[in-house]
């Protein structure tokens, strides 16, 4: 096969994509981002065994999560800066080596490539199948994307200045473990439940990063109409760069709006005091093949989810920065202070004509753990009187596939004296309907991306304090999560760390558990995919 990759949900059949990715990325890409992967593994077995520390490697910890962040799902499309970022990270690698006295290195602390076709045939040998042991593979890649998934939320917060060694500390050991041939199926799932403790920390971090820059989201209400002036629209997860952006926009008679994850950057008082911050224009990632079409002016992506634009003109319109890369698309860097220049985006968004507006009104979000706690009388009143009866975990994230209907079918069936906690782009699934409030309490509390997820098990583990719960999974809290990528496996695997038990994951469980590794998440977790939306409410409703 000319590649082999199943790190999403969308993957070919359930199995995976051996052709070309349904992503849209090609052979190259997807070996290339298999070989920059592998880079890594040499790099953390470098620190591991040569016990270098991580607060003494500041550079060598960015560029890691900046790689791991690269080989998201639908993050960086371009083969060239892939290959670029791959010379660097074998540079790096070498650095290293001349550091440590250390024997017996596996091969990818030591091979050497030079040329684009000595890397792809390099990658031939290296990717997700030369593991043999079908389990060992399966839980090798389970915590492969959760450090991917990490690396994203690290970077966020490293981008606002936090930092937490004890996360680089576990990437590079994780990373490393991947190579230990030694390692048994045991020991491969107490690291993948490892991988979900350090992917709280993580989401812990970049609540704090945040918060303390931003403030505490807020309950707001965001319009999803147009303004008749020339605006650029803002994707992808980064708010450093949406201020930065805001910052240079100020003043110029040029309006921002977000698209899909960056919505709840409307939820922080930090952000409010520009007037030319005026909405949220489409709905999820995978609409943007006709909303960037309507949008008119030019795109930024910070970060994923990229889909490969089908005309010139919109190509002709989309930036890159960051971990985000796409062949033909302007690509913006920052300096060494991480400022950014979007001086050409704001020129171009002045030859452009307005936004065509594709629907009209508002929706409310943030509720993140600050806002509910400050509800939190009323919601634990209206749980004792009988007026909320169960809580819905629907976080996650949503995507292309029919069968993701359900998640809006099930929504709109919910019974009335129920709440949703939301969090991802999943929520693009039914925040639009009218569900209603209880008590003046939304049923649809959107916590904001899907690092804020985070916030959904705060509020869980502070309802269980305040019920003198024993338990997490006493409190009435059902969980129905849809998943795409690979943010989503560290969310999910953050939350079995954490104890909670029954989660019902969908449209469909991941390519990458092998039936005895889905087993054991079956009997150990209760973790279980989806069946009708009737028959999944009766039974979370039993």
């Given amino acids: 096969m000319s590649m082999f990759c199943y790190q999403c949900q969308e993957t070919a059949g359930g199995k995976g994509c051996t052709v070309r990715g349904v992503c849209g990325k090609n052979e190259e890409v997807a070996k290339l981002q298999d070989l920059l992967v592998y880079v890594l593994k040499g790099i953390s077995e470098l620190v591991t065994k040569g016990k270098l520390d991580s607060s003494d490697m500041a550079g060598v910890n960015y560029e890691m ?42 091969d990818a602390a030591m091979f050497t490539v030079s040329t684009r076709e000595s890397m792809l045939e390099k990658a031939n040998s290296i990717g997700v199948l030369a593991t043999e042991n079908e389990d060992v593979r ?38 490393a473990a991947t190579l230990d041939d030694t390692l048994t199926a045991d020991d491969l799932v107490a690291l ?14 970049l609540d704090e990063a945040n918060t303390s820059k931003y403030g505490n989201p807020e309950m707001t209400e965001v319009n999803i109409g147009v303004r008749n002036h020339p605006a650029i629209l803002i994707s992808g997860h980064d708010l450093t760069d949406l201020e930065q952006l805001l910052e240079q926009t100020k003043g110029t008679g040029v309006d921002v709006y977000t698209h899909s994850e960056m919505l709840p950057a409307h939820y922080y008082p930090a952000f409010k005091k520009y007037d030319n911050f005026v909405g949220n224009y489409g709905n999820a990632w995978w609409k943007q093949v006709s909303e960037f079409e309507t949008f008119r002016g030019p795109i930024l992506f910070t970060t994923n989810c990229i889909v490969p634009p089908k005309s010139e003109e919109v190509r002709n319109r989309i930036f890159t920065t960051g971990s985000a890369g796409y062949p033909g698309c302007s690509h913006i860097g920052a300096d060494s202070n991480g400022k950014k220049d979007f001086s050409s985006i704001i020129s171009l ?11 009209s009104g508002s929706i409310v979000g943030g509720f993140a753990h600050n806002q509910v706690m400050a509800l939190a009388d009323q919601v634990v009143e209206a749980v004792k009187t009988g007026a909320i009866k169960k809580f819905f975990v629907m976080a996650g994230c949503d995507g292309r596939m029919k069968s993701r209907e359900y998640y809006t079918e099930f929504a709109e069936k919910l019974p009335q004296n129920t709440v949703i906690l939301t969090a991802g782009c999943a929520k693009y699934r039914y925040n639009k309907l009218n569900l209603g409030d209880i008590g003046g309490i939304p ?17 869980a583990l502070k309802l269980k304090e305040v019920f003198g719960l024993d338990d997490v999974n006493k409190l009435p809290i059902a969980y129905n999560i849809a998943w795409y990528e690979q943010k989503a496996v560290i969310v999910l695997l953050a939350l079995l760390y954490l104890g909670v038990k ?41």
């Fill in 502 to 542: 029954n989660i019902h994951l969908g449209p469909t469980l991941p390519g990458f558990l092998s039936p005895n590794v889905a087993k054991v998440l079956v009997e150990k977790f209760g973790i279980a995919g989806v069946g009708t939306v009737e028959e999944d409410i009766d039974l979370f409703l039993s």
């Fill in 192 to 205: 993948t439940l490892r991988t979900g403790e350090h992917g709280v920390k993580a989401m812990a971090l």
């Fill in 443 to 459: 049923r649809v509390l959107d916590a904001g991306q899907c690092n804020d997820s985070y916030s959904l098990a705060v509020i």
């Fill in 65 to 106: 999560l900046n790689s791991l962040f690269i080989t998201i799902t639908n993050a960086n499309f371009d083969d060239a800066s892939i290959e670029h970022q791959i010379q660097r990270m074998i540079s790096i690698r070498d650095e290293l080596r001349k550091r440590v006295s250390v024997s017996n290195l596996h």
């Fill in 138 to 175: 399966s839980l090798r890649q389970m915590i492969i994307y959760g450090l991917k998934g990490m690396a994203a939320y690290t970077e966020h917060a490293h981008n606002i200045g936090k930092e937490n060694l004890e996360i680089y500390a576990f990437i590079y050991e994780a990373l």
């Fill in 349 to 359: 968004a002045k030859t452009l004509p307005a936004p065509e507006e594709i629907e």
